[in-house]
Structures are given as C-alpha cells and as structure tokens.
C-alpha cells in the first residue's frame, strides 16, 4: 500500500506555485496512491482561492486525502473548504484521521500554534492518546513541524515544541504507530522519533538549502515527495524529486 506524502505546497495565487504542485502530481498519478497526506502549509497567500485550487488538484487524483494546517495557512479559510471532509469542528486543533484500505491508520495533528511559527503538540496528546487506544489498523503519524532536531542551521527554533511528551505517547502505544512524518523545513530527512522512523517530506514550494554546521552549497532543489510504503507493517520511506 503506497501513501503519499505532500508538504509546503505555498499557494499563493501564482501560476507557479500551482504548475509545481501540477508537475509533482503529474509524477504521482501513476502511482494511484492508496491515500494521499499534505502536511502542512497549503496555502501561504490569497487563502480562499489558495485552498479551493489545491482542494480541486486533490479531488482530480482519485485517492483519498488527508489534510492538517501549517504556520501559514489560515485555520479558517482551510476549515471551509476542508472541514466538512476532514471532520473539523469550528475550533482548534483541526487534527484529522483516516483508516487506508483497512490496513493502515493515518493520523493528522494540528500542532500548530496561533500566530507562531513553531509547534506545540501539548494540546493535542489526549487527543492522540484516545485514538490510539481504539481499535484500528497501526497508524502512521503526520504533522506540520518537526518534533526531533534537525541540525540545519536557524531552522530549529520553529521546532513542534512538547516532543517528550508526544514520544511518550507514541511509545506507550506500542506497535499501533509504525512512524511519524512531517514537513516545514521544506527538505527530505530521515531520523528516528519515539524509537520509531521518522521523515521530513520535501516541499512542493522552493526548498531550503541544506546548512549544516556553518557550511551552506549554492544548489536548489526542485519540488518533491514521499512514497510511504507500507506491508506486513513494515514502512519504507522512498524520496521522489521532480525535476
Ligand atoms: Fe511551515
């Protein structure tokens, strides 16, 4: 079973920002994912226009898909055009959940805070916790920020604060989480987070460049994906570029 994974896609009501998600879903359509998860910052300006584009693309591939908010999307402009599918309320945190081909579970957390760039999970652990306890497939986790370091310089301060304590849920849940994967950082990264794999899915929008430990290459990269590839709850992380 294949879900894929998009992040940072920034509609902003420019023909670019669109031909880039176009070109990384051209790439996916073969593929026919079995559910698709867009982590995050959706839309970054012109919201109402933004999400109706974006929502429309998402509709055109035929597969399920899963959304949650990043730090510049617009809670209430992404409520009304994803609420209803989504299962949101009028309230933060507009988590969501779904359950792919009986097989796997993804689960969406909002951990965004008001105004701010970086994470909070704090608010959404209970909420995790009682949906981990019910029946139900094991799940794969997906948010906006980055809950683990990710040494690329400046870039963890925007962290999702409160990582102890959503690794100690996820811990305590046992075999019913195989990962966590997020976005933000607009790189692909691979580590561990609550003694499971964890993934950072490229951007759709312009990536940053890699800065590690004060040493910076000149090189941009174009939009991509991941590839979530789940059997016998076995997970592996394939990147995609589309260049
Ligand atoms: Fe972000």
Redesign the pocket.
Known sequence: MIVAQLS?IHADGSADAMVRLDRVLAWLKPMRPDAIIVS??LAEYEHAQSYWAVAERLDTTGSPFYVVP???DDHHEMGKVFGVQMGWGNSRPFNCVGVVDDRVRVIGLDVTVAGA?HGEAAPVLDWLAAVLETDGPPALIFQ??HPFLCGIDGKDR?ICRGGDGLAQVIMAAGDRVIGLTC??VHRPMFTRFAERPATMAPSVARANRLRLDGKDPDISDPPGLLLHHIQDGRLVSHVVMVG
């Open positions: 940072d995050g910052d990043g730090n510049v760039h906006h920020q925007n976005g933000h």
